[in-house]
């Protein structure tokens, strides 16, 4: 295994003995252990007691960290009861130096536990963190980037445009999540700040959403990122999308901190807050690199902090001017007996994306030409008068044997009539349709259904680097399918 795919992990769960027999230890033990040693950890069933992860770290001497103890969330005679006590096992996992196993954390939502999925699940990874702390800070190397997607969501969308509706699931679309942490502002309580999969979306499926009450000049703040990134010569360029109604403005807040403990704080904003200057060392008015029909726009910014180290990322809300804005008219509309001091208006934001590299300006992605690409395990079903499905694998390579791999590939497929007046490809119907997404150069898809009008499909596959930007759909690769007659 290691051989063939470097950086994997075998690890032995705790079951067979060295007799052969099926024998659960709870423990690393002399029954188990020769398992252990010729593998990379030992998932040790859930049943532990209190003593058993002193006992396992003992037996595994310098490889304690290789012991997996088991912790089922559905709570079935594991240690501590599991569901919303998990963190009582992870304790004292903590405290006995071994690692942990997380079994079924999907507990939470097979159980519909209140109030809904996305709350649930926060609070419950929360517990997590509070137990275990967190090891490591973000962003550590360039291009960071993060969409905040969590890897399922109610929709889909690449840089601004919305593909699809439906709700979906992949985690290997997960991306950096932030840590969400109230800094500073009127009160803690005054914006409210998730990881949203409703609202829609800049990339992929997931956001920040920003809602509350805000006075003008009055900003309010929340960690994102913990980062241990050393700029040395670099200078970073800063982009990010923001989606706003009314007068309300999101900007971005970077701390910097010396060799000598010194902090510098630079703010990244579209609009200057009146008199508080005195709170940043430094205050970048960025770019609009482009405003799109879906109500996005992005910002860039340039900060130059040569020898400085990257320790933190804020979210800054605020307001910079009273004008009867869009929500505010809407808020009062519906909240006439609530409604807030004139002072107040309403906020609302959402922060599509966070890109930091070294450069600006566009990749270089190989243009078409320079892709192999092809269809394996071809099936045609037929369904009625006319009407079949297709499934078959894609895949794709560099033509000159480079095996670089962008972290992500955007699938879309385009149908195209039936051959007219020689026309080898037949004209398209119907828009383009975003199929999904792969992280290797494969894409199996299942019964895509074909028309009975249709010739050929073209595959498109959309090559995205490291910095969350993608490939133009024009001079992406494609594989082109002939269905007719088949």
Same mark, same amino acid.
């Given at each position: 295994?290691?051989?063939?795919?470097?950086?994997?992990?075998?690890?032995?769960?705790?079951?067979?003995? *060295?007799?052969?027999?099926?024998?659960?230890?709870?423990?690393?033990?002399?029954?188990?252990?020769?398992?252990?040693?010729?593998?990379?950890?030992?998932?040790?069933?859930?049943?532990?007691?209190?003593?058993?992860?002193?006992?396992?770290?003992?037996?595994?001497?310098?490889?304690?960290?290789?012991?997996?103890?088991?912790?089922?969330?559905?709570?079935? $005679?594991?240690?501590?009861?599991?569901?919303?006590?998990?963190? !009582?096992?992870?304790?004292?996992?903590?405290?006995?130096? !071994?690692?942990?196993?997380?079994?079924?954390?999907?507990?939470?939502?097979?159980? $519909?536990?209140?109030?809904?999925?996305?709350?649930?699940?926060?609070?419950?990874?929360?517990?997590?963190? %509070?137990?275990?702390?967190?090891?490591?800070?973000?962003? %550590?190397?360039?291009?960071?980037?993060?969409?905040?997607?969590?890897?399922?969501?109610?929709?889909?969308?690449?840089?601004?445009?919305?593909?699809?509706?439906?709700?979906?699931?992949?985690?290997?679309?997960?991306?950096?999540?932030?840590?969400?942490?109230?800094?500073?502002?009127?009160?803690?309580?005054? &914006?409210?700040? &998730?990881?949203?999969?409703?609202?829609?979306?800049?990339?992929?499926?997931?956001?920040? *959403?920003?809602?509350?009450?805000?006075?003008?000049?009055?900003?309010?703040?929340?960690?994102?990122?913990?980062?241990?990134?050393?700029?040395?010569?670099?200078?970073?360029?800063?982009?990010?999308?923001? %989606?706003?109604?009314?007068?309300?403005?999101?900007?971005?807040?970077?701390?910097?901190?010396?060799?000598?403990?010194?902090?510098?704080?630079?703010? !990244?904003?579209?609009?200057?807050?009146?008199?508080?200057?005195?709170?940043?060392?430094?205050?970048?008015?960025?770019?609009?690199?482009? %405003?799109?029909?879906? $109500?996005?726009?992005?910002?860039?910014?340039?900060?130059?902090?040569?020898?400085?180290?990257?320790?933190?990322?804020?979210?800054?809300?605020?307001?910079?001017?009273? *004008?009867?804005?869009?929500?505010?008219?809407?808020?009062?509309?519906?909240?006439?007996?609530?409604?807030?001091?004139?002072?107040?208006?309403?906020?609302?934001?959402?922060?599509?994306?966070?890109?930091?590299?070294?450069?600006?300006?566009?990749?270089?992605?190989?243009?078409?030409?320079?892709?192999?690409?092809?269809?394996?395990?071809?099936?045609?079903?037929?369904?009625?008068?006319?009407?079949?499905?297709?499934?078959?694998?894609?895949?794709?390579?560099?033509?000159?044997?480079?095996?670089?791999?962008?972290?992500?590939?955007?699938?879309?497929?385009?149908?195209?009539? $039936?051959?007219?007046?020689?026309?080898? *490809?037949?004209?398209?119907?119907?828009?383009? !349709?975003?199929?999904?997404?792969?992280?290797?150069?494969?894409?199996?898809?299942?019964?895509?259904?074909?028309?009975?009008?249709?010739?050929?499909?073209?595959?498109?596959?959309?090559?995205?680097?490291?910095?969350?930007?993608?490939?133009?759909?024009?001079?992406?690769?494609?594989?082109?399918?002939?269905?007719?007659?088949?």
């Amino acid at each position: 295994m290691h051989s063939s795919m470097p950086e994997s992990l075998v690890i032995w769960y705790d079951s067979v003995i *060295t007799t052969g027999h099926l024998r659960w230890q709870d423990q690393l033990n002399e029954k188990n252990k020769p398992f252990f040693d010729i593998c990379d950890g030992i998932f040790v069933n859930y049943t532990w007691k209190s003593n058993y992860p002193d006992l396992s770290a003992a037996v595994a001497g310098d490889r304690k960290f290789d012991v997996y103890m088991g912790i089922d969330v559905f709570g079935r $005679k594991t240690f501590g009861g599991g569901q919303w006590n998990t963190n !009582v096992a992870l304790d004292v996992l903590k405290k006995a130096n !071994v690692s942990a196993a997380i079994f079924a954390p999907g507990w939470l939502y097979e159980t $519909k536990q209140p109030p809904d999925f996305q709350t649930a699940q926060n609070r419950w990874w929360e517990l997590v963190a %509070k137990s275990w702390g967190r090891v490591n800070n973000y962003p %550590k190397l360039l291009p960071f980037y993060s969409n905040f997607d969590q890897g399922q969501g109610y929709h889909i969308s690449v840089e601004g445009n919305q593909l699809t509706d439906a709700p979906w699931n992949n985690m290997s679309c997960q991306g950096f999540q932030p840590r969400l942490e109230f800094i500073d502002g009127p009160t803690p309580d005054a &914006i409210q700040f &998730i990881v949203d999969f409703k609202e829609e979306s800049y990339n992929g499926g997931g956001n920040i *959403t920003f809602k509350g009450t805000l006075e003008e000049n009055v900003p309010f703040t929340i960690r994102l990122f913990q980062g241990e990134l050393l700029l040395d010569n670099l200078h970073l360029v800063l982009t990010y999308s923001v %989606k706003s109604k009314g007068d309300s403005l999101l900007g971005l807040s970077l701390q910097f901190s010396s060799v000598l403990s010194e902090k510098i704080m630079v703010l !990244v904003a579209p609009s200057e807050m009146n008199g508080l200057s005195h709170k940043f060392s430094k205050m970048i008015m960025p770019s609009q690199v482009s %405003k799109m029909a879906s $109500k996005w726009i992005i910002n860039e910014g340039t900060v130059a902090m040569d020898g400085f180290m990257l320790t933190e990322i804020h979210a800054v809300c605020y307001r910079t001017k009273s *004008t009867p804005g869009e929500l505010r008219s809407e808020f009062r509309a519906d909240n006439q007996d609530s409604a807030p001091a004139p002072s107040l208006a309403e906020y609302f934001a959402v922060l599509g994306h966070i890109t930091i590299k070294n450069f600006s300006g566009n990749l270089f992605f190989p243009p078409s030409t320079s892709w192999l690409t092809e269809s394996q395990y071809i099936k045609y079903s037929s369904i009625s008068q006319g009407f079949k499905t297709v499934s078959l694998k894609i895949i794709w390579k560099l033509k000159d044997g480079n095996d670089f791999l962008f972290p992500k590939y955007n699938i879309y497929v385009e149908k195209l009539t $039936k051959q007219v007046d020689g026309n080898a *490809t037949g004209t398209l119907v119907d828009a383009r !349709v975003y199929l999904g997404a792969a992280h290797v150069q494969a894409f199996y898809m299942s019964d895509l259904s074909i028309p009975s009008h249709i010739g050929s499909l073209r595959f498109i596959i959309q090559a995205c680097a490291a910095d969350g930007t993608c490939q133009e759909l024009d001079e992406s690769p494609y594989m082109l399918l002939d269905v007719e007659g088949q």
